[in-house]
């Protein structure tokens, strides 16, 4: 079975430092999809990343890197220079791969980060 | 540019009262999904479509809730009888399965609270 853990429950940081949101997964597929989304107070999910396990390398969009390491079953999150406007729960997600995309996603309990000006 | 719709965003019914739930996805998307997300919790996966046919149903989904996509376009989420466990969140998601790689972009949700 496909499982997500996000150890970190809350995590409280002051504006301008750089955080790191820890995902560890669990899964029997040799082709799988991992996920990244916020969820600001209104409640939305936004996609942020999606990675296929076929590529390790790391990504950096703007502020937002993303770490995988398929030896370890991670895909870390950092937030360089947080803003306040970071202040959400992120959740990590894995779904198996098929010929044609994904199947459904399985999430973590997220992570509420919360950045104080 | 239209993303994933909801409808209500809210609502509140009495324990045993029927409530439907409307999503109108991305319009040229093929995919549907519904889940089921209660406080603290990451959202958990009910079932999908894949244009009008129903592929999968979580063991979650028990016999009072029926979902349907008749046309392929919006889907509907029932719950008969509905009791207070079954108050969350209900956010729906589309994709576009086929493509390029397949991305689930979700709704706003519709938050039930059952008294």
């Known amino acids: 079975a496909q499982k997500v853990t996000q150890a970190q429950t809350e995590i409280s940081v002051v504006e301008k430092e750089d955080v790191t949101l820890d995902c560890v997964y669990e899964t029997r597929d040799t082709t799988y999809y991992l996920f990244w989304y916020k969820q600001p107070p209104s409640g939305e999910l936004v996609f942020l990343i999606r990675r296929n396990s076929f590529d390790e390398q790391n990504e950096i969009s703007g502020r937002y890197s993303w770490n995988f390491q398929k030896s370890t079953s991670s895909f870390n999150f950092t937030i360089t220079a947080s803003q306040v406007v970071d202040s959400a729960v992120y959740f990590c997600a894995l779904s198996e791969a098929v010929q044609g995309g994904s199947e459904k996603l399985v999430f973590g309990k997220g992570t509420k980060l919360t950045v104080n000006p | 540019d239209t993303g994933v719709s909801q409808d209500p965003r809210h609502k509140i019914t009495k324990r045993g009262q029927n409530v439907t739930f409307r999503c109108d996805p991305i319009?040229?998307?093929?995919?549907l999904y519904w889940y089921r997300q209660t406080l603290g919790q990451g959202p958990e996966f009910l079932t999908y479509?894949?244009?009008?046919?129903?592929?999968?149903k979580s063991r979650l989904l028990s016999d009072r809730f029926s979902a349907e996509r008749p046309k392929g376009s919006f889907s509907t989420l029932e719950i008969q009888r509905t009791e207070q466990g079954d108050s969350a969140m209900y956010l729906c998601?589309?994709?576009?399965?086929?493509?390029?790689?397949?991305?689930?972009?979700f709704g706003p949700g519709t938050r039930l609270l059952v008294l």
């Open positions: 479509f894949q244009n009008e046919a129903q592929l999968e």
């Open positions: 319009s040229e998307h093929n995919r």
């Open positions: 998601a589309s994709s576009l399965f086929g493509g390029a790689g397949e991305t689930q972009y």
